[in-house]
């Protein structure tokens, strides 16, 4: 009867052994697990924005800068176009300071145009202020009308995202006539490295006209 009781006793404790030893050893793959990073999903390489973006906020005042500049800039196009300037290096110049296509996806969806609506890639962009693009035959050069003046009148500043910011309202583009054209518009703006603000959306369409 004690022999059995004996062997009971030593089974038991080889199970516990036995027991307890897996546990630690689960436990220690556990921590080992947690300790190790996270695998991505995906191996392809990630962009760092860092290198791309400002760590800086957007304040209002740059935004009304920028868009001083954008109006300048159309302004200029149209100058050197009746001057019988070089209009086309001018405009891709002011799309590559002022836009940022460079930087991400923009989400440009300009005033006259119809037949293509969205402007994604640089040269859509360019063909809608200068034209000459069998690809946007509707375009006929928005910034070569040309104008003398524009003027921006905003509804309102939202930059409480801090590293965009969007403004909404009316501008009013004034040409060789003195007549001038309300149009509606939404930009949204991000800050590049250099801290120089970056148009990554913009929409503008004529007013509402009823029947």
């Not at 001038?180 to 990554?200: C, H, M, N, Q």
């Amino acid at each position: 009867m004690q022999k059995k009781n004996l062997k009971t006793l030593v089974a038991i404790s080889l199970s516990s052994v036995i027991l307890t030893g897996c546990a630690t050893a689960q436990s220690q793959q556990l921590k080992s697990a947690a300790s190790e990073p996270a695998m991505s999903h995906s191996s392809a390489p990630v962009a760092d924005n860092r290198l791309l973006y400002s760590d800086s906020c957007i304040s209002e005042r740059e935004v009304v800068e920028a868009q001083k500049l954008w109006g300048d800039g159309i302004v200029r196009i149209g100058s050197v176009y009746t001057a019988n300037g070089d209009y086309k290096t001018a405009a891709a110049d002011f799309i590559q300071d002022m836009y940022g296509y460079d930087l991400s996806s923009v989400l440009f969806k300009p005033t006259l145009a119809a037949k293509v609506q969205f402007r994604s890639s640089f040269d859509a962009a360019l063909s809608y202020f200068v034209g000459g693009n069998e690809s946007y035959t509707e375009d006929k050069g928005f910034a070569i009308k040309p104008y003398t003046k524009v003027k921006f009148d905003n509804v309102g500043i939202i930059n409480n995202s801090c590293s965009m910011a969007v403004a909404m309202g009316n501008y009013y583009f004034t040409d060789l006539k003195g007549g001038e054209t309300k149009v509606e518009y939404t930009f949204a703006y991000v800050k590049d490295k250099s801290g120089k603000l970056r148009i990554v959306a913009h929409q503008s369409s004529l007013p509402y006209s009823p029947a």
